[in-house]
């Protein structure tokens, strides 16, 4: 059976009141506040910046809500950042920092890349060669109204 | 020593120490003691070597830059040597100058970086906001001196970029003399005479001298074992012959040592500077060869700097080694080229790798928490071990 989702209204009628609320006051704080966990193989490590910008990093893949991707992921580090993005809990969601965890950027020509689009379902893409503490603000910002539409079933 | 039975294994990964980067240690232990320690490395390997042979010596610049975060202008500095060394050219006396400037600059800041990691791993978190200050302040500095341009490419062969901001002696004057000496006189009162950081760091991490030359240390670390050996003093460069300073050495090659040895170096370091900022030359600072700004008036000229935006600047044939002492000990560059714009071959002889064969003489013995502050003593990059 085909079930339409184009609006909190059709959600309240296949789910009911209880998990409608449940869902939106989970996913309220999933928004308010992320814990993200940094994986940094390259040149801008953005631990500081993350504090900045208003996200707590972690250190702990059990605690973490955010993969934070940054430096060009080698072949061999791939399967590392998706063994940690394995061990988070759900609902998880991943940043990539940087160009080079974009798509390799400066290095994408190279046989040692892979870019984190291949292995880990990014949500948000930081650009820049280093990002500035702003452009990670503003890619926290996005993740937040990704998670926000998601559970307003947008 | 216990047998293989009796001992057992854990993993130390993703991030050994704090700042090193992404590396994996396999540890074999006998309760809280250390008994062999497996370096795995590669996780930064991202091909630099293979790429440097697909593109000009100008875009291999910016490959090699991100070799150090924490040391600008130190890795770039040994292949703009070695490609000058190849093409049989010199820069001039202001440009070697002002290089070294920069050069020592670098060394200033992945200093500082390299004893805040230090203090954060032995518990001392403090030191890291009061170093995160003075590097934001000298990046400041570098960018108003280099006139915004990028370290990357600032250093290149034949000279660099463009002249030094007009008002940059000031400024640089003004940070040894106002800005930097705080900074240090703060770091030093936080850990010199600190009990607890001495307890974590004395003793520990010990290398005998024929050890270190063994394994092939270099910079810091291999002056701390008591080896006079320093690039800049034991085969000169660009200007370092007619400067003055120090080379210290400690014989005692424990995590102390280094810390000691950093500290000091910092201070040899603002002492060349200063001396070249009384003794800087003028005139040009790049060869007019390689020159790519808005001076092109006549035809040759014209062709020349179109030929360098196109296609780069073709090597002559042959093969080189230059080496520098970068802040993490000596960074060599092998250039082989078949007389192409792109060399055929280059290697990088990075300081880190040494050092990472001997991590298991080093730490053998120790307890597993010492494990984290001897890495960060010695200062290891992954991204500049792994290339």
Known sequence: MEVKQDGWIDRLHQYGVAAVAFQSLASWVCAQAQAGMPVSTGCCSCFSQMHRAGMEGVFNPHHADVLVVNGALSTKAAFIARRLYDQMPAPKYVIAFGNCAVNGGLFAKSYAITSARDILPVDVCVPGCPPDTAALSAGIEKLRQIIRNRIRGK | MTTLQESYFMNIAPEPAAGIGM????????GEKVCRIDPHIGFSHRGIEKLMEEHNLLQGLVFTDKLNRSAPFSCVHSLVLAAEKLLGVKAPKRAECIRVILAETGRILSHLRATANLAAD?????????VRKACQQAYALLDTVCVSCPPAVFIRPGGIKNDIAPQSKELIFNWLTKELPPVLIEIEELLTENRIFKSRTVGIGVIGEQDAVAAGFSGVNLRA???????????????????????????EGDCYARYLLRIFEIYQ??????????????????????????????LTALSRRFELYGTGTALSAGEVYAATESPLGEFGVFLISDGSEKPY?????SAGFPVMQALDLLTKGYDLADVRVILSSLNILTTETDR
Not at chain 2, 235 to 243: A, T
Not at chain 2, 269 to 297: H, N, T, W, Y
Request: net charge negative; hydrophobic share 40%.
């Open chain 2, 345 to 349: 071959r280059c290697h990088f002889r």
């Open chain 2, 269 to 298: 370091s603002m002492s060349i500077i200063r001396q070249i900022l009384e003794m800087l030359p003028d005139g040009d600072v790049l060869l007019p060869d390689f020159c790519m700004g808005e001076k092109a008036d006549s």
């Open chain 2, 225 to 251: 074992c008591g080896v006079k050996w320093d690039l800049r003093i034991s085969e000169p460069y660009e200007i370092y012959d007619s400067l003055s300073f120090d080379m210290p050495v400690n014989p």
């Open chain 2, 23 to 30: 590396c994996r240690l396999v540890a074999q232990l006998d």
């Open chain 2, 122 to 130: 032995t518990g001392t978190d403090i030191v890291y906001p009061v």
